[in-house]
């Protein structure tokens, strides 16, 4: 029943959206001939008022006059208080039938006007009924309270009325708007979503194909070198070549896979995601490329989040990658400082002096970048740049988790520490003959906002 009324609600709004002078003048027909009808309506043993026409005629006034309520709803409603006034005044009693045009009138300033307006020409016109009908002849069989208590309800019905298609036509318009706003931002939050998962894609594409490439170009360089002067030597090297290529397949073939995997939960499960737990093999792969990595480790470990644990794995792995490349170092090293709150991180080489300005700004890549973001995106800063005694360095801090694996870290991010020198390596390792020297790498602003 509900539905079928709503339908048709709808129907008749539809309609008077096309055709609204047309619904005007059926409105007015009706309202003229219910005013018509309670004209000729009177107590019972009253006799009727001797002007006749003059209902009909005043009436007929007030209905036309709200043929133009959409234009000027005050002065339409003006113009019916003014003739109903009259018509009790006359001695016409006071019924819902001629209060008719009265209340349409209401009603639709109601609709239209603010609470202020329709307030003080709601009240100005239901206290000029009330009194009508007090001193009218009409009525003189009802008492006081009933002469005041019937113009005030009825007429504070289509206020009420009025004031609530008001709040709805409000509230649909705030839903069509908020509708069309959703349907214009929605391309522009697509094409937002993709471009981060694109960055997010490209800095993890970029954190295993470059490590694994660059170590095995530094291997096949060094393969090259030795291969007449130490042949035992180079063959080893041409092996670790091998599990470095492997381990760039399965690491490629890890990240397709995420990429690929469905929400389905049957579907297989990938492998872990690497942490600082791997740092033992890095610091091997680096000594197949002639750099001796030593790890020092102050304060006890910490339970990292995933999330951290990747993000500080990968900054290392990329700094230890950089040196391998571009820095003319045969030793690194990496300093773990855990703290109350963040665990400091810090990779740092011997190498020449530090490059001029031109020289870095000409060698500007994604390495640096890529670790600042992922720094940022956990909470952490990042700073990288050249040691004023020669080499290269990066420190950043992260922060910790306070308690068990997967507790959320509310913390905000630490000032990175100042370098300082390895005690006792972790992992030391024989190195190789060096690289090819290159200036050290270079640091660049970071474009925050994406997530591992």
Same mark, same amino acid.
């Given at each position: 029943m509900s539905a079928s009324l709503e339908r048709y609600?709808?129907?008749?709004?539809?309609?008077?959206?096309?055709?609204?002078?047309?619904?005007?003048?059926?409105?007015?027909?009706?309202?003229?001939?219910?005013?018509?009808?309670?004209?000729?309506?009177?107590?019972?043993?009253?006799?009727?008022?001797?002007?006749?026409?003059? +209902? /009909?005629? %005043?009436?007929?006034?007030?209905?036309?006059? =709200? $043929?133009?309520?959409?234009?000027?709803?005050?002065?339409? @409603? #003006?113009?019916?208080?003014?003739?109903?006034?009259? +018509? /009790?005044? %006359?001695?016409?009693?006071?019924?819902?039938? =001629? $209060?008719?045009?009265?209340?349409?009138?209401?009603?639709? @300033? #109601?609709?239209?006007?603010?609470?202020?307006?329709?307030?003080?020409?709601?009240?100005?016109?239901?206290?000029?009924?009330? $009194?009508?009908?007090?001193?009218?002849?009409?009525?003189?069989?009802?008492?006081?309270?009933?002469?005041?208590?019937?113009?005030?309800?009825?007429?504070?019905?289509?206020?009420?009325?009025?004031?609530?298609?008001?709040?709805?036509?409000?509230?649909?318009?705030?839903?069509?708007?908020?509708?069309?706003?959703?349907?214009?931002?929605?391309?522009?939050?697509?094409?937002?979503?993709?471009?981060?998962?694109?960055?997010?894609?490209?800095?993890?594409?970029?954190?295993?194909?470059?490590?694994?490439?660059?170590?095995?170009?530094?291997?096949?360089?060094?393969?090259?070198?030795?291969?007449?002067?130490?042949p035992p030597q180079t063959k080893k090297i041409l092996t670790d070549l091998t599990g470095t290529t492997s381990s760039a397949l399965r690491e490629l073939k890890a990240t397709l896979g995420l990429l690929r995997q469905s929400d389905d939960p049957a579907s297989p499960s990938l492998e872990p995601a690497p942490g600082l737990d791997c740092l033992p093999d890095l610091v091997t792969a680096c000594a197949t490329a002639g750099v001796t990595v030593t790890v020092t480790t102050e304060g006890a470990p910490r339970p990292l989040s995933p999330g951290v644990d990747l993000t500080a794995y990968r900054i290392v792995q990329e700094a230890l990658t950089n040196v391998t490349k571009h820095a003319a170092a045969e030793t690194a090293h990496v300093r773990l400082a855990y703290a109350d709150s963040r665990l400091e991180i810090t990779v740092s080489n011997d190498g020449p002096a530090a490059p001029s300005a031109a020289a870095v700004e000409q060698r500007k890549g994604f390495g640096v970048m890529g670790m600042r973001e992922r720094a940022h995106s956990v909470g952490g800063e990042l700073c990288a740049g050249p040691r004023p005694e020669g080499g290269f360095e990066v420190t950043t801090a992260l922060p910790l988790q306070p308690s068990a694996p997967g507790a959320a870290e509310t913390s905000g991010p630490a000032a990175p520490a100042a370098p300082a020198h390895p005690v006792d390596p972790a992992h030391p390792v024989d190195p190789a003959h060096p690289v090819n020297p290159v200036d050290p790498v270079h640091s660049v602003d970071p474009v925050e906002g994406d997530k591992p």
């Open positions: 609600t709808d129907r008749v709004e539809h309609y008077a959206d096309r055709h609204p002078r047309a619904l005007d003048v059926i409105v007015v027909l009706a309202l003229m001939g219910c005013a018509t009808f309670g004209s000729a309506l009177t107590l019972p043993g009253a006799e009727p008022p001797d002007q006749d026409k003059a +209902a /009909v005629i %005043l009436m007929g006034v007030s209905c036309l006059a =709200l $043929l133009r309520h959409r234009e000027h709803p005050r002065t339409s @409603l #003006a113009v019916t208080a003014v003739c109903t006034v009259i +018509a /009790v005044g %006359l001695g016409y009693l006071l019924t819902p039938l =001629l $209060l008719a045009p009265i209340m349409a009138a209401l009603y639709w @300033l #109601a609709t239209v006007s603010d609470r202020k307006t329709t307030r003080t020409w709601g009240v100005t016109a239901t206290v000029a009924l009330m $009194l009508a009908a007090t001193f009218s002849d009409s009525m003189d069989g009802l008492s006081l309270v009933l002469r005041v208590i019937g113009p005030f309800f009825w007429l504070l019905l289509p206020l009420a009325a009025g004031r609530m298609t008001q709040l709805r036509r409000a509230y649909l318009q705030s839903v069509q708007a908020r509708a069309e706003h959703a349907e214009r931002t929605r391309e522009e939050e697509a094409r937002l979503r993709v471009t981060e998962e694109r960055m997010r894609i490209a800095r993890e594409l970029h954190d295993v194909v470059a490590h694994h490439l660059a170590l095995a170009n530094a291997q096949a360089g060094t393969a090259a070198h030795l291969a007449l002067a130490d």
